[in-house]
């Protein structure tokens, strides 16, 4: 029986258990898929190792830690730094990042997106900015603190705080902040968020499962929103696919996967 696992801080919301168990259940593939709280990301590797897990996911605030775990990292999670999926080869830990492909395919349906305003600077939003800016898409980045501005400064991004903002029309505002999983929190203060809202086409929030206040908001202004469950669904099936490495088939995978939504 293969072991599979979550890694985050909060992990108790996530539905990763639900859809990756439901791909193993319905297809009897003999693994099993659980969740780790995890406080101290510099003990992802230890945790992994002394579990004996075939692979994982990492959810926030550890995809950065992750990506320093991992004996190798492949494919864009090499050029963006951020691991959202851990495979174990044969004791070695190979990172990818699948959270990125999983948004593309998600916002397909509001069309040909060319400015994108990404509220929030973590791992989530480094994988996100990259990928649009591979894609030809204008990106703008606001995050409350300083810090972790500079990786997107670089990629070309304008970057701003809450206090040099300047508010500019979008096609696409995203909150990739992990406010909001906290009742009643939005993602910058009242009176920025309201100014953004009114100058935004489409809104997409990377949370799941609940309407966050921010959503909450602009489904009262009227924008067509949507929250994170299409892009956790295709991150998903992403992931699934490198942890049986081509055992099942894809098609089998998204079916069960699709399924446990409407569970
Ligand atoms: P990180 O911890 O790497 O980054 C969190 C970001 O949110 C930082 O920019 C941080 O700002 C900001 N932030 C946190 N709390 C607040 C707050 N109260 N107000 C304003 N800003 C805040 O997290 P990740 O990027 O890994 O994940 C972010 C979210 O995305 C999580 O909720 C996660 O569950 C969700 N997610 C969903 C996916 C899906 O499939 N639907 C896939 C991937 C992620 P600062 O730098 O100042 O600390």
Not at 163 to 171: L, P, Q
């Amino acid at each position: 029986m293969k072991l599979f696992a979550i890694f985050g801080d909060p992990v108790a919301h996530s539905r990763s258990p639900l859809m990756h168990n439901s791909v193993f259940k319905n297809l009897n593939y003999k693994a099993c898929y659980t969740r780790i709280h995890l406080q101290d990301g510099s003990k992802l590797k230890e945790t992994f190792l002394s579990l004996k897990l075939s692979g994982a996911n990492i959810t926030v605030p550890h995809k950065e830690a992750a990506y320093a775990a991992c004996d190798e990292v492949r494919g864009f999670a090499k050029k963006v730094g951020v691991v959202n999926t851990i495979v174990n080869e044969n004791g070695r830990l190979i990172g990818y990042n699948t959270d990125a492909d999983g948004f593309m395919f998600a916002i397909k349906e509001f069309g040909d997106v060319k400015n994108i305003l990404i509220l929030g600077a973590g791992g989530t939003a480094k994988a996100l900015a990259s990928k649009f800016i591979d894609s030809g898409i204008k990106v703008s980045v606001m995050n409350r603190s300083d810090s972790r501005l500079s990786y997107f400064k670089e990629l070309g991004c304008e970057c701003f705080n809450w206090d040099n903002f300047e508010i500019k029309k979008y096609d696409l505002v995203l909150n990739s902040t992990s406010a909001g999983l906290k009742d009643k929190e939005f993602p910058a203060p009242l009176a920025l968020i309201e100014q953004i809202l009114n100058n935004t086409s489409f809104v997409a929030e990377v949370i799941y499962g609940k309407i966050t206040p921010f959503l909450k908001l602009a489904k009262e202004k009227n924008i067509t929103c949507k929250d994170g469950a299409d892009m956790l669904l295709a991150q998903g099936i992403l992931a699934n696919e490198l942890f049986v490495n081509s055992e099942l088939k894809s098609d089998d995978i998204e079916h069960y996967m699709s399924k446990s939504f409407t569970l």
